[in-house]
């Protein structure tokens, strides 16, 4: 549902990547077929390595600190601002 709400709300038509860990819900026909539907590219941690999550979650938080402050005017400006963070 939060994926859906997500989809609706997205404002830019750019490329879109879903990070996920390994979970069952995430690894599902039914979801898979939700982000081939709307075009997301599904990625997800390699194996069942706890640590990947963690240090995925812990990129996130500093990605949000650092990047919330501001929006990115496209594709290359963001990349730079994470590239700088």
């Known amino acids: 549902q939060a994926f859906k709400q997500a989809l609706r709300k997205r404002c830019r038509r750019q490329p879109l990547v879903h990070h996920s860990d390994r979970g069952i819900q995430y690894c599902s026909a039914l979801?898979?077929?939700l982000h081939h539907r709307h075009g997301v590219q599904c990625s997800m941690t390699d194996g069942?390595?706890?640590y990947q999550n963690a240090l995925a979650e812990?990129?996130?938080g500093i990605l949000k600190m650092?990047?919330?402050l501001s929006s990115p005017g496209d594709l290359e400006q963001a990349r730079q601002m994470v590239?700088?963070?």
């Open 31 to 33: 979801y898979q077929s």
């Open 48 to 50: 069942y390595d706890c």
């Open 58 to 60: 812990r990129i996130n």
């Open 66 to 68: 650092e990047l919330l």
């Open 83 to 85: 590239d700088e963070a």
